[in-house]
């Protein structure tokens, strides 16, 4: 094995994905631990990783990527009470991004939606219990639904060859799906969800596994079929997400924010007829603004390591704020990341101080987000 186990692993408790073993096979040096599951976050150098993802292919095991499935007659209902988006805009076969709200507006999950019938739903989670929560929501919901964890988990396929890659593997129909659409489908038997999505803000394609006894065969098929396109396995590139402007829940969303903290308000349907979690609370957050925002900054000076814990903004010897991820982009040649300031701090060109874990300081300045791509021309290319 390339990682001792005993370093991470207590007991049964903490769950293995269904390529946990391929994820051994092919040379995982790190985990860490995601919705209570063993999640592979390195193969290589992180930078060498990057440079892979955004020239070539990679391959990511994110059956971390837990599923909330909600069916039953009144699954579209329950499920459009969970979220400021209006799902009656989502089509069967099609995806949304979507924010889990409280009741004081607090965003306690930031999924992707799938739509998988008229009153079939999946929520591909980020690290927090949406399980429980939409669970007792529905005890008190006089509402006919089903809610659990299916067998489904997902791999991602990132990179500019991904299109290569899924072609040679599901053939003609994948190159048709649209950004945040999907197909049902099988290979070779393996019956499995391919959808248009990504964390990488490259192109890229999701293959849901519906059979979890099947994942070393999955897994072994798309890097055969890759092999032509130089694929590799790696972990979620947090260089390549950050530059995207994509956010990681639990660091730089929190259930302490709500949308407008952290600019999502563009998932807030304010025209949606009805009702959902949180919703009065949003509309007075609306109105009245919010204390504090989610910037982009450059921090000056040389290559940062990934930040471990939040640095400490300060302003004229005050901690304002926190800074939340930050990373060095080799390709931008800069230190990039986003922090929580007050809204006073926000305008372009603000400026204040950053505090390093070793005491070190360094200068930050607020700059448009994301970093690269504000279209998204290149994944929904």
Same mark, same amino acid.
């Given at each position: !094995? ?10 049964? /408790? ?14 995982? /040096? ?40 909600? *069916? ?6 329950? *499920? ?19 924010? =889990? *709200? ?77 950004? %945040? ?21 490259? =192109?890229?394609?999701?293959? %849901? ?13 798309? !890097? ?6 130089? =694929? ?59 204390? /504090? ?46 922090? !929580? ?6 305008? !372009? ?33």
């Amino acid at each position: !094995m390339t990682f001792d186990m005993s370093l991470v692993q207590r007991g049964a /408790r903490l769950r293995r994905t269904p390529f946990f073993d391929a994820t051994q096979r092919w040379g995982a /040096r790190a985990y860490t631990v995601y919705n209570h599951t063993l999640f592979p976050i390195c193969f290589a150098d992180l930078e060498e990783e990057y440079w892979h993802l955004v020239n070539h292919v990679t391959l990511w095991d994110v059956s971390v990527e837990r599923q909330v499935e909600i *069916t039953g007659p009144d699954a579209l209902e329950f *499920t459009n009470r969970l979220t400021p988006r209006d799902l009656t805009k989502c089509a069967v076969g099609q995806g949304k991004y979507v924010i =889990i *709200t409280a009741d004081d507006g607090g965003i306690i999950n930031d999924p992707v939606l799938l739509r998988l019938g008229e009153n079939h739903f999946w929520l591909a989670l980020a690290d927090s219990d949406v399980l429980l929560w939409a669970r007792g929501l529905a005890a008190e919901a006089d509402l006919d639904v089903t809610i659990g964890e299916p067998d489904v988990s997902p791999l991602q396929v990132q990179g500019p060859k991904a299109k290569d890659v899924v072609h040679a593997l599901f053939g003609d129909s994948v190159l048709d799906l649209k950004y %945040y659409w999907f197909l049902e489908t099988s290979l070779d038997g393996i019956p499995v969800i391919v959808t248009r999505t990504g964390w990488s803000g490259e =192109i890229g394609y999701e293959v %849901y596994l519906r059979d979890g006894s099947r994942g070393d065969d999955l897994w072994e098929r798309i !890097m055969e079929a890759g092999k032509p396109h130089g =694929i590799r396995p790696t972990g979620p590139s947090d260089i390549r997400r950050i530059e995207a402007g994509i956010l990681n829940w639990g660091a730089d969303i929190t259930l302490a924010d709500t949308p407008y903290h952290v600019g999502l308000e563009w998932l807030v349907d304010r025209r949606k007829t009805s009702d959902y979690m949180g919703r009065a609370a949003l509309e007075r957050v609306a109105q009245a603004g919010v204390d /504090r925002r989610l910037v982009g900054v450059e921090i000056d000076g040389d290559v940062l390591p990934f930040n471990t814990t939040k640095w400490p903004v300060s302003l004229a010897g005050d901690t304002v704020g926190r800074i939340t991820s930050a990373i060095w982009s080799p390709r931008l040649e800069k230190n990039l990341g986003y922090a !929580m300031v007050p809204v006073a701090c926000t305008a !372009m060109g603000s400026r204040f101080t950053v505090t390093l874990d070793d005491g070190d300081t360094r200068s930050a300045t607020v700059v448009a987000k994301p970093f690269m791509d504000p279209q998204k021309d290149i994944p929904k290319s």
